[in-house]
Every structure is written in C-alpha cells, then in structure tokens.
C-alpha cells in the first residue's frame, strides 16, 4: 500500500516536473514577446502620439466649451489645418527627416520648394501642358537633392554646408528666372480635382500626404533601402563594414529630400494658386523642427515616419491655438521654439533612460 | 595488375596531397607603409584548411593592420595574397567578403539605433521583389542563433536596440552575425575582450566545431593562455615582421610570452 502510494507519487512528481518545464518555457516565450512588444512601442513614435492626443483632446473640449471664441472644432479651422499641414511642413519634412535618419541635412528645401514650383508655373504658363510641367518640376527638385548629395560625398564636407551653399545659390537661381514678384499658377481642372479639390473634411493634399508618408514608412521600415539609410546614418564604419552601400544609401535619401520639397511647392502652387518667393525662407528649419519634435536624432540613426508626421501636426497646432485666441501673431515662434528645445530634452531624457 | 594499380594510386598520391597542402590563404611578403612608419614588414603566413589560427604579437606589432588587409579595408603596398592558390586582390571589404572572409572587429560593427535582428542582417537583408524584407523571419532566425549559438544572458528579444546592449552581449551579437552567415574564413579580432567566461567558453566551443565543418578561424588576442588552449597554430608579430611560428605541439605558453614580450 505504501510502495504503491509512493510510486504513485512518484508520478505525480513527474507529471509535475514535465508541467513545470513546458510553463517555464511557455512563461519565457511570452516574457520574449512581451520584451519585443515593449521595445518595438518604445522605437515607435509611441510617446508623442500620446502627447499629439492629449493636446488634441485638451483642444477639442476647451473648443466645445467656448465656441463662439475659440473655433477649434470648426469645419474652416479642421479643413484649414488639413490641408496647411502637409504642405506647409509635412511633405517637405519627410523627405527632410529621412535623410537626417540617413546623417545628413538639407537646408535648401525652402530654396527647392520655391525653384522648382516656379519653374513649373513659368512654364505651364508659356504653353507647357501642367503634367509635363509638373514632372519636369519634380526632377528639377529631384535633381537639386542628388546634387547637394554629390557635393557632399564627393568633397567630403558636411551636407549642413554644402546645403546652406546650395540655399543660396537656389535663392539666386530664383531671382534670376523669376525675379522677386509672385508667380500666379492655376491649374488646369482636371488638376485642380487632383491637386486641390476637398473629398469631404480631407483636402486633397492631406490625401497625397498620408499616402506619401505610408509609402514612406514601407521604404523606410519595411524595404532594404530602409535598414540601409538607418545603418548609415547610425554609424557609417559599421555600415561600411558590413557591406552596405553608404554613398548609394546617402544619394537615394538626398533625392528624396529633394523631390519632396519639389513636391511641397507644387501642391503649395495649386492649392494657393500663387508662389511668393519669400515663403521658402523658413521651411528648412520648420521641416528640421517638426524632425526634432518627432523625436528624430540630429546625429542620424533614429526616427520614425510617424514621429514627422506628428511633428509637422504639433508645429501646425501651436500656431493655430495662438491665432485663435488672438495671441500676436508677432510671438508666435517663440512657442514653437520652445517646443522644439523641450522636445530633445525630453527625447534625451528617455534615451538615456532605456539605455 | 596489381603494381598497375600501385603506379596509378602513387601517380595520383603527389596531386592530392598537393592539393590538401594548398592552404586556405597564403600571404607572401606584404608590406605596408602609413608614411615613414612600415607598419607590414614583408611579412608572409598562411591560414590551413580547418585550422585555428592565433595571430600574436604586443600592441603595435601590426596585428590590427594584417587583420584589415585579410579582410578588404586596407590594401597593401606590395607582396601577394593568395586564396586557395590563386591570387586575389581586395580593393574593398566586399572583395574579402565575396571569398567568404568574415571579420568581427575589437569594436563590434554594430549600429546602436537599430535592433539585433536588423544588425545581424544589416547589408545582407532576407529581401522579397523590389528590396521589401521578411522582417519576421529575420526575427526568428535572430532570435533561435541568439538562443543556440552564443547563450548569453539578458537579450530577451531580437526587437532590442544594440544601443541598450552590454559590451559582452554586443560582441555576442557580432559573433551570432559572423556565425548566420556561414563563412570559409572568420577573423576575431580581441573577441574575448568583452566576454564573459562562460560565453567566452561558448565562443570557443563554437570555432571548434566550425573547424569540423572544415572552416577556419584567425584568432588575434592578447590572452596567450587562451590562445594556446583553442589555437592549432601560432603565428607571432612583432615590429611589423613575423618573428616566431610555431603549432601547438611544437611551443608553450612560456615560449609564446616570451616572443610576444620581445617583439
């Protein structure tokens, strides 16, 4: 009866021990999963989506709550802010913020944005049909990117230079097709419909946006191409070592700012139907600002598509609360500078914090 | 008949063993200046077929420079380089690395801002159509080579950043990368260094079994004793020159210090 318990027990110890062996293993393939999940939200643009929530929320109330003096949650406002963002900010910062991931700048987007739009208009003008037009804009701004990329790596100076040189000489290549004076541009309709016609609350460019930045996140996330640009600009000798094309990565990213910009001013041309050179002068360190907000690192490496998104949003959002409560209009960059400095500080913090 | 058939197995022995005696890589008097400083003094060795290979000497003696010019990144001033024979020329790290020549670097080619699955990967992406990656799978396999190859403490996911990684889990990472990507020939450049006992135990248990699949390892270290237990074959530098080769059976530890102490 006692043997017979005991072997009895005996089983039970192993039927345990085997249960005991599978949950361990069980509990550390989920404790694997859960540490991927956790690190895969902390590479996200996670944290300022939180933020870009609560603001909105805080926005939407305070709006519900005073109509009649902070028209927040108006049709005008909302559609406003849709179709201002991407092309104030948002498309140009794409581009701005992929190559930063890749280590490197662009500071003649502005410049690009206002050649390459002119470029177009001036020929649409003189005959040209607008698509023709509008491609030959495009590869003009494309063009204007790769160059600033080969000045770069063939000179081996930084791109922060080479850019505010290429800046300057743009600037000039402006005054001397255009002049100073605005260049009118209306599209012909089907264009319009293209360009800047509002399918319900959503302006057309806000639409060209969203698809332009999930392309974006599948090239950057998702494609060889991606891996590459992140390894460059994270460390280059590494890249080097492993095999990765640097110089071919860098070259693909300057275009890419470059046709984004070009893309920028189009779009900016349409929907305004009107090119004032003067625009372009802040838009290279608003698109580095909306970056830096969306949490990319000024040393290249780090950055998600959302995060520029957001940062493009958030920059847009500020100046819209200050005009609808009626701030001066004089002060409105010092917020936006503001938040530019809390967020790396605050970007820092958490690096330094996971690290 | 039969002394036919001798004649035909002798006739045929000298070839064979000829082949078998054609080392894996052969290095005939290189040299290489950085200005006045001759950094490479004529030096020539060879790495054998299934062979683990100690690459000795003090710091300064050109060890880091040999590894560079084995792997591709820099290019010698004269002397020959011969793989499997022939002779070849290594204008880039891609030239080293198309022959099958792996090299885990002192300080780890590791990129801090991207995950271990995208670093054990990175320039050789698992890619479909138009460069778009299995990003799944190449968690997986970053995650199973983690877990079998080099067992090392703390890295719960391939989804972490390098950045957040110690130095022994980073060379661990190194090491899991050159291991994937099965190589004819690994160089390890001071892999110890950061390693903790155990993994080191594991790195080297690991060369060994590379080297039964036929595959050889260049070890360059500082630590003799461990050298002299994994290595088959020594090759010591000192001021740029070979001064001492030996194989295991042929030296001993003291004999090594001494060589590497005297330069």
Excluded at chain 2, 232 to 259: I, N
Aim: proline share 3%; hydrophobic share 50%.
């Amino acid at each position: 009866m006692l043997l017979h318990y005991g072997s009895w027990q005996k089983g039970i110890d192993m039927k345990l021990q085997e249960s005991t062996t599978e949950a361990v293993a069980a509990t550390r393939e989920q404790r694997a999963k859960a540490a991927g999940r956790r690190y895969r939200r902390q590479q996200s643009a996670f944290d300022i989506l939180i933020i870009f929530l609560i603001v909105q929320v805080i926005s939407v109330i305070y709006g519900l709550i005073n109509p009649s003096t902070f028209a927040y949650n108006s049709f005008a406002n909302i559609q406003n802010a849709l179709g201002a963002i991407p092309v104030v900010t948002g498309i140009p910062a794409l581009g701005v913020g992929i190559l930063m991931i890749a280590g490197e700048f662009d500071l003649s987007v502005g410049a690009n944005f206002i050649f390459s739009s002119i470029l177009m208009a001036q020929l649409n003008t003189n005959g040209l049909s607008v698509w023709l037009a509008a491609l030959i804009g495009m590869a003009v701004g494309t063009g204007i990117g790769l160059l600033n990329g080969v000045i770069t790596l063939r000179l081996g100076i930084p791109s922060f230079i080479t850019t505010l040189g290429t800046m300057l000489i743009w600037q000039a290549g402006t005054l001397f097709v255009h002049g100073a004076s605005s260049q009118p541009f209306s599209p012909s309709p089907v264009v319009a419909v293209l360009f800047t016609e509002n399918l319900g609350v959503f302006p057309a460019d806000f639409l060209w946006f969203v698809v332009l930045a999930i392309a974006f996140w599948a090239l950057l996330q998702r494609n060889r191409i991606g891996n590459h640009i992140f390894a460059a600009g994270g460390n280059k000798q590494a890249a080097t070592a492993t095999g990765v094309r640097v110089d071919r990565t860098k070259l693909i990213a300057f275009s890419l700012a470059g046709a984004c910009a070009a893309l920028g001013g189009i779009l900016s041309a349409s929907q305004i139907g009107n090119i004032a050179p003067s625009t372009g002068d802040v838009l290279p360190l608003q698109a580095i600002a909306a970056c830096v907000i969306g949490g990319l690192a000024l040393t290249g490496g780090r950055g998600t598509i959302l995060g520029i998104v957001l940062g493009s949003a958030l920059i847009y959002w500020i100046s819209d609360v200050l005009l609808l409560i009626g701030a001066p209009g004089f002060y409105i960059t010092a917020p936006v500078g503001i938040l530019i400095i809390a967020a790396a500080a605050i970007y820092e913090i958490l690096r330094a914090r996971r690290a | 008949m039969s002394m036919d058939g001798m004649e035909t197995v002798s006739a045929e022995q000298p070839v064979q063993s000829g082949e078998a005696a054609t080392p894996l890589l052969e290095l005939r008097n290189v040299n290489k200046h950085y200005g006045l400083n001759h950094v490479l003094n004529n030096v020539s060795f060879h790495v054998g077929r299934a062979e683990i290979l100690a690459l000795l000497g003090d710091n300064g003696a050109g060890k880091s420079t040999m590894v560079k010019t084995i792997s591709g990144v820099v290019q010698p001033d004269s002397g020959a380089l011969l793989w499997d024979g022939k002779p070849v020329e290594f204008n880039s790290h891609a030239d080293a690395a198309e022959l099958g020549i792996e090299t885990i670097y002192q300080d780890s080619a590791l990129v801090d801002s991207m995950t271990i699955a995208r670093n054990i990967f990175m320039g050789r992406e698992l890619a479909g159509p138009l460069g778009f990656i299995r990003l799944k799978e190449m968690r997986e396999i970053a995650s199973h080579v983690l877990r079998t190859i080099v067992a090392i403490e703390g890295i719960d996911s391939p989804d972490k950043l390098v950045g957040s990684l110690s130095g022994g889990q980073k060379q661990a990472v190194a090491i899991a990368r050159a291991v994937h990507f099965k190589r004819t020939l690994l160089m390890l450049d001071e892999p110890t260094s950061a390693l903790a006992v155990r993994a080191t135990e594991a790195l080297f248990e690991y060369l060994r079994s590379l080297r039964t699949q036929g595959l050889s390892s260049v070890l360059v270290t500082h630590n003799l004793y461990d050298a002299y237990r994994i290595c088959d074959r020594f090759v010591v530098m000192g001021r740029g020159q070979v001064v001492f080769q030996a194989t295991q059976k042929e030296t001993s530890v003291e004999e090594l210090t001494e060589h590497v102490s005297r330069g």
